[in-house]
């Protein structure tokens, strides 16, 4: 899970953990998740906050709010699954979206989603920081998707699933594209291209938040082909995780010229740099398609429903909400940088309001980050009224 530019990364506390080699498979592999049922179709409401997808998730009879992230297996945190009474099967090392080593529980849970219950999930179970829990109490994760052909729509506000994918609307329209798995926890990998003659495969993440975060390797191919257009700067650090903080670094956001998902042909999108393999596909993507993901046939399908744009808008910088709420990072040029809020500034007042770090405060300051055009915000030694700039990358 991951947000960034407006929040530094938030949400990049949860990354996929790796299983250690070894020669035996552990059951909580083989054994769940399952269904009783022959044939699913469900389809429930879908929230989205801070372009994050929400779902609740019925576990001991009680609704629970889980992130909805196909970039992620299942996760809950430590002091849900010890109200819960779950029992641990294994404990695994995990790596976080920073590359800091992480040890978690693993249990199994039954999550029951839209009346249909997943029996005997695998869930990673850690001490989650202050700003999940402020929002989530868990993460429905990718091991689920090989059960049934899975529909995003953001539009409609719905997350469907159905044994049968020509079941769901939005598929006979839809482009259809190769949809490539590489075991536990079967997350979805889809052909993209980056410039002429530079292809590659990205991570189809609706735990980013971004359209494209592109890999270094990726980055170079596209500059290579002469696909990257304009760039853009910043300093400090773009989030944090389960292992702490990302180091504070020169960030780059880039403009491929001509980016491609499968046959579908994006034109000029907006890509973020990170430090590793592989590239990700976010779920900015979803306000302009209706995507299905059918593991079983290997397919996917994207339905257009808006075109471009395709770059964030952006204040041009980011938060740690921390013991206090802090800048962490500016792109130069950007609204905030030409306003002079700096990183180590310590926010005061967001649209009027106190700026705490408080679970209320956290989910204002989101709101303010992602939801409005126009901010005003005061600090330690400044004030300025910010713009966002909406089209940051022309």
């Keep these: 899970m991951r947000i960034h530019v407006a ?17 035996e498979v552990p059951a909580w592999l083989t054994d769940g998740p399952r269904t009783d049922e022959a044939a699913i179709a469900l389809d429930v409401p879908l929230q989205v906050f801070a372009n994050q997808l929400h779902v609740d998730v019925v576990i001991n009879g009680k609704p629970r709010r889980f992130l909805f992230d196909t970039g992620s297996p299942s996760m809950m945190d430590s002091a849900l699954a010890a109200e819960l009474g779950l029992a641990v099967v294994d404990r695994r090392q995990s790596r976080d979206s920073y590359g800091a080593i992480v040890e978690s529980d693993i249990v199994q849970a039954d999550l029951t989603l839209g009346g249909t219950t997943f029996r005997k999930v695998p869930v990673f179970v850690a001490p989650f920081p202050k700003v999940p829990k402020c929002l989530i109490d868990g993460v429905l994760g990718s091991e689920i998707l090989p059960l049934c052909a899975w529909q995003i729509d953001v539009p409609g506000g719905a997350l469907r699933c159905n044994t049968d ?6 598929v006979a329209t839809a482009k259809k594209m190769p949809l490539h798995g590489f075991g536990y926890p079967h997350a979805p990998f889809l052909d993209i291209g980056l410039a002429k003659n530079a292809s590659s495969k990205a991570l189809f993440d609706t735990g980013s938040p971004e359209y494209l975060t592109i890999s270094p390797e990726d980055l170079v191919g596209a500059q290579r082909n002469k696909g990257v257009g304009k760039t853009i700067a910043g300093t400090g650090s773009i989030g944090g995780s389960m292992g702490g903080r990302a180091p504070a670094k020169e960030q780059l956001l880039v403009q491929l010229k001509d980016m491609a998902i499968g046959p579908v042909s994006l034109g000029r999108v907006g890509a973020l740099r990170r430090d590793s393999a592989p590239s990700l596909i976010g779920s ?6 209706i995507v299905t993901l059918d593991s079983r046939h290997s397919t996917a399908y994207f339905d257009p429903v808006r075109e471009g744009p395709y770059a964030r808008p952006s204040f041009g910088f980011a938060l740690d909400l921390g ?10 040029g950007s609204p905030a940088d030409q306003a002079g809020l700096r990183v180590g500034n310590v926010l005061t007042s967001i649209n009027g309001q106190p700026a705490d770090p408080s ?15 126009v901010m005003e915000i005061e600090w330690e030694g400044g004030a300025a009224r910010l713009a966002r700039n909406r089209r940051i990358l022309d």
């Design 7 to 23: 929040l530094a990364g938030l949400f990049g506390l949860l990354a996929t953990p790796e299983l250690s080699a070894g020669n």
């Design 165 to 170: 994918a020509n079941a769901l609307a939005h």
């Design 284 to 289: 900015s993507i979803l306000q302009h398609f």
């Design 323 to 332: 013991e206090a709420v802090t800048v962490s990072m500016i792109w130069k």
């Design 359 to 373: 679970c209320e405060g956290i989910r204002r300051a989101m709101q303010a980050m992602t939801d409005k055009d």
